[in-house]
């Protein structure tokens, strides 16, 4: 089985689509979807649990520390499925990429499928100017420091064997830097990964929640933390 982690804060009038955009498109495998409420401040997760009682394969979480690092957690700790995605709530990832996902790590027994938007076959659309030059920068010096050739750590969109990624916690990213730290981890214990291209199209409903300048300072902690695990792993071998 699948399960796929969606966090939302403040996500109340985007809610219905994505309980549709699942119920609607996915239909050839066992699933969970785990919405997972992340502090919100309007009626996220009073619509999340009305929602649920007329949706099957639903849960609701509701975050207990606050930021993504803890919604992801608390996913992980109770996904029941032996694969986890981790999606957003704005749409802005292709089903039909969840589906090919799941259809390659369940048949080739890896580890993990590290989608990449930024490939030759990849579709991007509606990507804010800024942003992107400031992420293809960022993802081009990870790439240098780690040596490896994966050039979109920073997509939350990718699927993990739920056995590994409960081997590589404790994650100790708290805000958007957990979906650097998670392909950091995979990649530098040598876990068994796939790299293919996805497609991507910014939100059409409500504000992003990601802010690059309250995010700096967390992104490289994070890449200076993972560089520093990777190099003591090194050393005990």
Do not use: H
Not at 24 to 33: A, G, L, S, T, W
Not at 78 to 91: C, S, T
Not at 226 to 231: M, Q
């Amino acid at each position: 089985m699948l399960s796929i982690i969606v966090p939302v804060r403040n996500e109340s009038e985007n809610l219905k689509d994505v309980f549709d955009y699942y119920t609607k498109n996915v239909k050839d495998f066992k699933y969970e979807v785990l919405i997972v409420n992340d502090f919100s401040k309007d009626d996220t997760l009073n619509v999340a649990r009305e929602l649920e009682q007329k949706y099957k394969n639903f849960k609701i979480l509701d975050n207990k520390k606050k930021g993504l690092g803890g919604a992801i957690n608390l996913g992980i700790e109770k996904a029941e499925g032996d694969y986890i995605a981790i999606m957003m709530a704005d749409q802005s990832d292709d089903i039909n990429d969840l589906k090919k996902y799941f259809q390659i790590i369940s048949s080739e027994n890896l580890d993990a499928v590290l989608g990449s938007r930024f490939l030759n076959n990849s579709k991007v659309e509606n990507y804010p100017i800024r942003k992107l030059i400031l992420n293809r920068i960022f993802n081009l010096i990870v790439s240098f420091i780690f040596w490896n050739k994966y050039n979109d750590y920073t997509n939350a969109f990718k699927i993990y064997k739920k056995k590994a990624l409960v081997e590589i916690l404790p994650l100790i990213s708290e805000s958007f830097n957990i979906f650097l730290e998670i392909p950091l981890k995979i990649i530098s214990r040598n876990y068994k990964y796939k790299i293919i291209s996805i497609n991507w199209m910014g939100r059409e409903k409500g504000k992003s929640k990601f802010k690059i300048n309250e995010l700096r300072s967390k992104y490289l902690f994070t890449l200076i933390y993972c560089f520093i695990e990777k190099n003591l792993l090194n050393l005990k071998k």
